[in-house]
T-cell receptor, first 113, second 114 residues
Framework: ETGVTQSPTHLIKTRGQQVTLRCSSQ?????VSWYQQALGQGPQFIFQ???????GRGNFPPRFSGLQFPNYSSELNVNALELDDSALYLC????????????FGPGTRLTVT | DQQVKQNSPSLSVQEGRISILNCDYT??????FLWYKKYPAEGPTFLIS?????DKNEDGRFTVFLNKSAKHLSLHIVPSQPGDSAVYFC?????????????FGKGTKLTVNP
């Protein structure tokens, strides 16, 4: 059984640029949730994708967008990067939109300069 | 507006003793609570959960207590082991496990000294 993987591990971008982060869900899971964890904070829910459709969203602006593919892997896209976007981005996979039995990936550390 | 608060950023205990991690919440609509453990360079790992219809849930060395009137929950680890050293996050949800989001606290870093 393959766990949740994320790529890249680390990324440095400049303010105003765009970034795409990737997540492969655990085998058999059809739901991916994305979280932002700023330094010293807990994870904050960005949105969830279930069967390729957005299925819930947190308090993040529209420049945070996502996709889920037929194989249930997912992308998080952030446009017009701001310094405050610097954070650890975590994805979690689960089954059936469930948020209680989630398996997290190791995260992507994004630094915006 | 922090709906889930973990007021102790860190906690240090001796191996074999009890670790008690605390969590307070403000939203009375929360009906499900979870604890996650996070090691450096890894994602959070689910530890234990409790529904609002219960006041206690036990799983091996880990017990979670819920006091709804005080809007407070705690995680007890007995006996504590050095491998328990990690950041512990409390999380809460106001849904039934559907698309309702999880709200996390800021975490408490537990250090268990040999």
């Amino acid at each position: 059984e393959t766990g949740v993987t994320q790529s890249p591990t680390h990324l440095i971008k400049t303010r105003g640029q765009q970034v795409t982060l990737r997540c492969s869900s655990q085998s058999g899971h059809n739901t991916v949730s994305w979280y932002q964890q700023a330094l010293g904070q807990g994870p904050q829910f960005i949105f969830q994708y279930y069967r390729e459709e957005e299925n819930g969203r947190g308090n993040f602006p529209p420049r945070f967008s996502g996709l889920q593919f037929p194989n249930y892997s997912s992308e998080l896209n952030v446009n017009a990067l701001e310094l405050d976007d610097s954070a650890l981005y975590l994805c979690a996979s689960s089954l059936g939109g469930n948020i209680y039995e989630q398996y997290f990936g190791p995260g992507t550390r994004l630094t915006v300069t | 507006d922090q709906q889930v608060k973990q007021n102790s950023p860190s906690l240090s205990v001796q191996e074999g003793r009890i670790s008690i991690l605390n969590c307070d919440y403000t939203n009375s609509m929360f009906d499900y609570f979870l604890w996650y453990k996070k090691y450096p360079a890894e994602g959070p790992t689910f530890l234990i959960s409790i529904s609002s219809i219960k006041d206690k849930n036990e799983d091996g060395r880990f017990t979670v207590f819920l006091n709804k009137s005080a809007k407070h929950l705690s995680l007890h680890i007995v006996p504590s082991q050095p491998g328990d050293s990690a950041v512990y996050f409390c999380a809460a949800s106001a849904g039934q496990g559907g698309s309702e989001k999880l709200v996390f606290g800021k975490g408490t870093k537990l250090t268990v000294n040999p």
